[in-house]
T-cell receptor
Framework: GGIITQTPKFLIGQEGQKLTLKCQQN?????MYWYRQDSGKGLRLIYY???????QKGDLSEGYDASREKKSSFSLTVTSAQKNEMAVFLC??????????????FGPGTRLLVL | GDSVTQKQGQVTLSEDDFLFINCTYS??????LFWYVQYPGQGPQLLLK?????NKGISRGFEATYDKGTTSFHLQKASVQESDSAVYFC????????????FGLGTTLQVQP
């Protein structure tokens, strides 16, 4: 088994601020993902990475940067926080055997509130 | 594009009631289908997964059958408990080599004692 750790658990920021969220996994998985969860909108993919130093944009990448410097970690940066923004950011990982069948395992999330 | 529809936003039941959560999907392939469950303050966790059409996934008393004829993957449980209260997401792996999951909007299940 393994675990995904996300830090911080809660993040309160100011409008225009640059905010960084971190994710660590000890599954030794190849692929890592960042999703955004909004109330009433489900989960949407922001970025993913299939290996160290690889980055691929998802459907919601505008306004975000990502970094995968090690196999075990994947960071997400909100480049300019939007006022009254409230969402949960979920990190996930999967072993890269078959794109069509791999199971993704999720972390507990980082809850963002922008004042 | 690929999509997943969960028509029920909220379901309220009493303990020992039968659970049925609707899920239909739209895609050009025969995708792997998932049900994830999310408890308050946690990330989604895999409940069950089915990779082949016409097969059934079973886990912790929950079951779902991959019906390619009706493009459905409804979730059922014969007798719910208060501890089953959570948000349930149906999902599929999108076409193309990304592994991206397409999620439904989720169904909140509240089970009253």
């Amino acid at each position: 088994g393994g675990i995904i750790t996300q830090t911080p658990k809660f993040l309160i920021g100011q409008e225009g601020q640059k905010l960084t969220l971190k994710c660590q996994q000890n599954f030794n998985h190849d692929t890592m993902y960042w999703y955004r969860q909004d109330s009433g909108k489900g989960l949407r993919l922001i970025y993913y990475s299939i290996t160290e130093n690889d980055l691929q944009k998802g459907d919601l990448s505008e306004g975000y940067d990502a970094s995968r410097e090690k196999k075990s970690s994947f960071s997400l940066t909100v480049t300019s926080a939007q006022k009254n923004e409230m969402a949960v950011f979920l990190c996930a990982s999967s072993i890269h055997r078959d794109w069509g069948k791999d199971t993704q395992y999720f972390g507990p999330g980082t809850r963002l509130l922008v004042l | 594009g690929d999509s997943v529809t969960q028509k029920q936003g909220q379901v309220t039941l009493s303990e020992d009631d039968f659970l049925f959560i609707n899920c239909t999907y739209s895609t050009t392939t025969y995708p792997t289908l998932f049900w994830y469950v999310q408890y308050p303050g946690q990330g989604p966790q895999l409940l069950l997964k089915v990779t082949t059409a016409n097969n059934k996934g079973i886990s912790r008393g929950f079951e779902a059958t991959y019906d390619k004829g009706t493009t459905s993957f409804h979730l059922q449980k014969a007798s719910v408990q208060e501890s089953d209260s959570a948000v349930y997401f149906c999902a599929l792996v999108s076409t193309g080599n990304t592994g991206k999951l397409i999620f439904g909007l989720g169904t909140t299940l509240q089970v009253q004692p």
